[in-house]
């Protein structure tokens, strides 16, 4: 069945620290898309990346950064030089390509609050 | 464009009282899914629509219903309200399939006492 871990409930960094966000998935399909959103205080729902399964490459944006391994099934989000706006709720979120439904399984979330 | 939108912002039940949530898209996305958000447990899909006219269960479909007769809504309706339904409420749309991002409305946070 497929499964998404985000065994880090709350982190706190200073700011200008670098924090990792560590994400790990089962899936038993071959083709499957992972995402990431973000959740600041304000509740709404942010679409961060998305990284499908064929697509080892590492990204980065700015400050923010992906590390996809699919050996260890991890999809892990750096933010370099934190800051106080990356305080927020970040999920790391899984679709099945098999069923081609879009149907998300989300982790439990991790809290990041960077203080200043 | 308004995107997603979801009404009402906040609401408060009492156990055994119906209701609708109503969730609105104007991006002409086919797919639409509702999930709940509790504490510690991120988002679970409750139910989602491919299309008008289909629907169907998510993870934790029970006491909720859905239907989808246009494209741009699809309502959630509480058919008997438990205060294990107590949580927030996200409406969600996207172009289809598994490889696109969805877009979420801003949430309802449901109370029932």
């Known amino acids: 069945a497929q499964k998404v871990t985000q065994a880090q409930t709350e982190i706190s960094v200073v700011e200008k620290e670098d924090v990792t966000l560590d994400c790990v998935y089962e899936?038993?399909?071959?083709?499957?898309?992972l995402f990431w959103y973000k959740q600041p205080p304000s509740g709404e729902l942010v679409f961060l990346i998305r990284r499908n399964s064929f697509d080892e490459q590492n990204e980065i944006s700015g400050r923010y950064s992906w590390n996809f391994q699919k050996s260890t099934s991890s999809f892990n989000f750096t933010i370099t030089a934190s800051q106080v706006v990356d305080s927020a709720v970040y999920f790391c979120a899984l679709s099945e390509g098999a069923s081609n439904t879009g149907k998300l399984i989300f982790g439990q979330g991790t809290t990041l609050q960077v203080k200043p | 464009n308004a995107g997603v939108t979801q009404t009402p912002k906040f609401q408060v039940l009492k156990t055994g009282q119906s209701m609708t949530l109503q969730c609105a898209q104007d991006?002409?996305?086919?797919?639409m899914s509702w999930y709940r958000q509790d504490p510690g447990m991120g988002l679970r899909l409750i139910h989602y629509?491919?299309?008008?006219?289909?629907?169907d269960q998510g993870e934790v479909p029970n006491g909720y219903n859905v239907s989808r007769s246009t494209t741009e809504d699809f309502p959630l309706r509480l058919l008997s309200a438990a205060p294990s339904q107590t949580s927030v409420y996200f409406c969600?749309?996207?172009?289809?399939?598994?490889?696109?991002?969805?877009?979420f409305g801003p949430g309802t946070r449901l109370t029932v006492l």
């Open positions: 629509s491919v299309g008008a006219g289909i629907t």
């Open positions: 899936t038993r399909d071959t083709t499957y898309y």
């Open positions: 991006m002409n996305h086919e797919y």
């Open positions: 969600a749309s996207s172009w289809g399939g598994s490889y696109n991002e969805q877009f």
